[in-house]
Structures are given as C-alpha cells and as structure tokens.
C-alpha cells in the first residue's frame, strides 16, 4: 500500500460530501439509473449500466487479487472502459496511475519500475501503436508481474499472458469497505517536460474538494454535460471527464482524437455546455466555429495546462459566445486560480485568475518588478511526491508548494504567470521573459504557435530564438516578427534573434510545450553551423 507524508504545517483539510470518490456513482445509480452518464463515439452508457460494469470489473480484479491500496495503471485513450476502470479501483480502494497514450516504453518502464503495479490495462492498437506488445516486454524486465488487461474494440485476439477486458467478469459477490477519505487514490506521474516524470500523490479528499470548487465556481449542474478531449489519464481529463460527471449528474462526452470539426458536431449534438482544456484545444475551437459562423453551445471554457495568449481568450469569449478564462493549476494542485463568471477580460485574459476559495498564493524572492517564485496552499494540494526524497525542495516549512512558476500578484489578488524559472533567457546579464514575447508575437497575423527558447551565445551567454509554426500559406521571417514588435513598442534586448519555421511544436499530452526538446535541437543546429563557418572564413582567408 503507498503511503504519503505531508508537511507536518499543513492544517487539516476540509470535509467533501463523499467519503470516497466511489460514493458519487452509487448515489447516482441509485437516484438516477436511467440517466446518460458516458458518450465515447462507440458506446453510451447510463449511470446504471457504469454502475454494474464497474462493480463487475471490481469484483473480476478483486478475484485475481487486486485489492486496496495496489496500484493499477491504465494507459487508455478517451474510451468508455476508461470510466469502467477508474470506478473499478475506486470500488476496491485501489491507486489509480493514469498514464497517456503517447508515453512509450522509456517512460513506460520508469513508471512502473518505480510504482509496482498489480495490474495494468492497455489498448490493444492505439493510433497505429501496438501498446500491448510493449507492455509484455516491459513485463518481463519488471520484478513481479502485474495482470495486464488489454481492451480491445475491434475484437482482436489476445495472446498468451493478457486477459481480455470485456471477458472480466466478477462473480456476484460483496465489494471491500473501509476505503475512506484520505487514503490515497491516485498517482499520477507529471508530464516530463524537463526530466524524469515525478510521482504525485492524491486522496480521495484532495480530489473530491477539486471537483466541488469547481462546480461551484462554475454553477455547474446535472444538464452542464462535459465535452472532454483532454485525455483522461491527465489531470484535466481525470477531474472533468471521469470524476465530476457523476457528481453532478452530467454526461461526460469524450473524444480520443483530436479534430476539432468532430469535437463541435459532438458538442452541438449532445448540448455540452462546459469544457476544460489546454490552448490548442480552444485555439482549434475558435476556428471551427468561425468558419461555421456560429457559436457554441458551450456556456464555460477552462483554458490552461499551456500558455494561454490573452488575445485567444477575448476571441474566443466573443466566437463561442462563451464565458472562456485562463485557469491555472497542475498535478500536484489541480486548480489554484480562476477567472470568475462575472469577471472582465482584464481578470479572464489578461491575468490567470484569483484564487479558488481558501487557496493562498503567495510570492517568493519576488524582484523590482513584483515577479517571483509562485507558492500555493490549499484543501486540493496533493500529499506529496511517490519518491519522497522529492518532498524536502517541494514545500516550504509552512507547507506551501513551490510550483518552479514565475508570477505576479495584483492589488486584486489575480494571479499572472509570467514563466518558469528555466523559461527566463538571461542575455548579458538581463533577464527576459519568454512568456512576455511569445503572448505579442501570437498576436501576430501570420503566427499560427509560437515558442521562444534561449540559444547559448559566447559574448552575451544567451540570445532568444523563436520557433514559429506559420498559418497556412503565410511567410514569416526575423524582419516581419521584429517589426510586430516595433509596432507594440517591445525593447530592443527581448527581440528574438533568430527565427526558426516549422511545422509543429513538440507537445505533452495536456498541450504543454516541450522547450527543452527545442533547446536541444537550436543547441545541434548552432554547432553544425560552427564547422561550415569556420570552413568558409579559412575559405575566404
């Protein structure tokens, strides 16, 4: 069973409505059976039908031995059994490890080296990807082998050593008891965008507060049905796709690929009036309603997760006819700060929202400028990282969380990120805000996505390069992009130096952009560029 140990300083959290996160469905099968709780594109499912095949598959896991406090890790895509197997383990008092489809066997193997699980559930072929071939070689270099369940919508056969997830089938008998509300239930590993994921622990308390906080800033109610193309084995995906639905009696709407002309006829049709998401998500809404020209159905849009651009809020607000507000938050706290119904763009857009709540944020070693390390406190704060030995640099004395991101704190008490401690580029001793110059810079008319990274300079140490990915048929280039800035009146020392084109940004699973990939690949072009300089300057000599 794990075990977590958080910072002695942290007042106790308060009381949720459910004693564990599998109380909200049982309630719900019992109040409204006949319901729609789950649309998958293949299958819909009532709370009743959620109900009897999570209780089956619980039971199914309970018999090979899967029990409270045993991890079960799943790496499916946006699929109603995706549903059936959060249940299932919340049923027997199990950690789920919800992990996305794109991570492969590098990532695949620390994980499961590290957390231990005792059954693991794959798709069979995802997006051309065999998952269950990998996850039998990774079973054979682990120590104990876990089931491993393979789920598989176009019936294909399973070989050897998996157990098929629609023959799982439990005997009627009577599920475990006891799970309460600060026993751990989920473990979900960060994205990875600077190094090895870290393990993030959750209870059953801390994610049940989430969910209310939420609803209750948003109003949200049993016909507020939940678009969700987020995946859910990601934080958002998690929170809105699985848990909230049967808390508020909701259907959840899920897509497992993203298109977003699919994502708005799923919308219009099933009348999904709130979603949650990262920037490429609202972005491809923005414009697939335009060039429909009409709104949404939608009434809220969550954006964050990625770097939110103010411009894309106000045109979404105004195309989707939406209330759309940048949201701020993380694994480790899932929301801490939230643009308000009622609030102007100068909060929604322009800021990442207030606090939620109780949640406190506070600035650490803040600048001149009022920038500092961002630290937050709150009932949704997770309990502490898998590998311990993370703990110690994770949290102050007093237990707030140090999040690595840079912000600002208004009069108002709204909260702006201005970057990551490793996002700032320090050109000749001057710090310069990437955030900054890429929040203009997507204002640009040509600009489809824009990153800023630095590049290493031997005289000024640091210089900014920006990878662009133009609209279709623009042409972009360093003189277009500096006269942008000339017009918006930047300082000359932020300008990017170096422009680079390319087709897509490397991306995480909620949309985050991987710079350290882009830091890596400016480092291998600048020093194939140094030989053929040197060539041609002995050339000329």
């Known amino acids: 069973m794990l075990h977590a140990t958080r910072p002695s300083s942290i007042a106790d959290r308060p009381g949720v409505r459910v004693a564990s996160l599998a109380e909200p469905l049982r309630n719900r099968a019992a109040s409204d059976p006949d319901r729609l709780a789950i649309v998958d594109g293949r299958v819909e499912l009532t709370y009743r039908q959620l109900d009897a095949r999570s209780a089956a598959l619980a039971r199914a896991l309970c018999e090979r031995g899967v029990g409270r406090g045993d991890v079960v890790t799943m790496q499916l895509p946006n699929w109603w059994e995706a549903a059936v197997v959060y249940q299932a383990t919340m049923l027997l008092g199990c950690v789920l490890n919800p992990i996305v489809p794109i991570y492969r066997a590098r990532e695949m193997s620390f994980i499961e080296r590290q957390c231990r699980p005792r059954a693991v559930v794959v798709p069979h072929v995802f997006r051309g990807f065999d998952h269950l071939a990998m996850q039998q070689q990774l079973t054979l270099e682990l120590d104990e082998a876990p089931l491993v369940v393979v789920v598989r919508p176009d019936g294909d056969d399973v070989p050897d050593g998996a157990i098929a997830f629609d023959e799982l089938d439990g005997s009627a008998g009577e599920l475990p008891t006891g799970v309460g509300p600060d026993d751990i239930c989920l473990l979900l590993y960060t994205s990875g965008t600077t190094a090895d994921p870290k393990g993030v622990l959750h209870s059953h308390r801390t994610i049940a507060y989430e969910v209310d906080s939420i609803i209750e800033l948003c109003r949200l109610g049993m016909d507020d049905h939940i678009f969700m193309a987020s995946p859910v084995t990601h934080i958002t995906g998690y929170l ?6 049967a808390v508020t009696g909701a259907a959840a709407i899920l897509q497992d690929v993203w298109d977003p002309h699919r994502a708005a006829d799923l919308i219009e049709a099933r009348g999904c009036r709130f979603s949650v998401g990262a920037t490429p998500f609202l972005h491809g809404l923005v414009e697939e309603y335009a060039r429909r020209g009409a709104p949404s159905a939608l009434q809220t849009f969550l954006c964050g997760g990625a770097d939110v651009p103010p411009p894309l809020v106000r045109t979404a607000s105004r195309q989707l006819d939406a209330l759309v507000t940048r949201v701020y938050g993380s694994s ?64 102050t004395d007093d237990g707030y969380f140090r999040t690595g991101d840079l912000a600002s704190i208004a009069p108002s008490g709204a909260v702006t990120i201005r970057g990551r401690h490793k ?48 609209k ?14 000339d017009e918006h009146h930047f300082a000359r020392q932020k300008y990017p130096e170096r422009v680079e084109i390319v087709s897509e940004l490397p991306k995480t699973a909620s949309g985050k952009v991987q710079k350290f990939v882009l830091r890596e690949q400016i480092i291998k072009q600048l020093a194939a560029e140094i030989p053929a300089a040197s060539s041609n300057s002995s050339a000329e000599a």
């Open 332 to 395: 480790e706290f899932p929301t801490a700060t939230c643009g308000r119904l009622d609030d102007p763009f100068e909060i929604t857009a322009d800021t990442d929202g207030v606090p939620i709540g109780p949640v406190a944020c506070r600035l650490d070693n803040a600048d001149g400028a009022g920038v500092g390390e961002l630290l937050v406190r709150g009932p949704d704060l997770f309990l502490g990282y898998l590998d311990a030995s993370l703990n110690v640099e994770a949290f």
């Open 423 to 470: 996002d700032i580029i320090v050109r000749g001793g001057e710090n310069i805000s990437a955030k900054e110059v890429e929040d203009v810079l997507f204002g640009h008319p040509a600009v489809s996505e824009v990153a800023v990274v630095a590049m290493p300079d031997p005289v000024m140490v640091e210089r900014s390069c920006a990878f662009v990915v133009p």
């Open 472 to 485: 279709p048929g623009a042409v972009i280039s360093l003189v277009t992009l500096t006269a942008f800035l």
């Open 240 to 245: 809105y796709g699985l848990v909230m639905p």
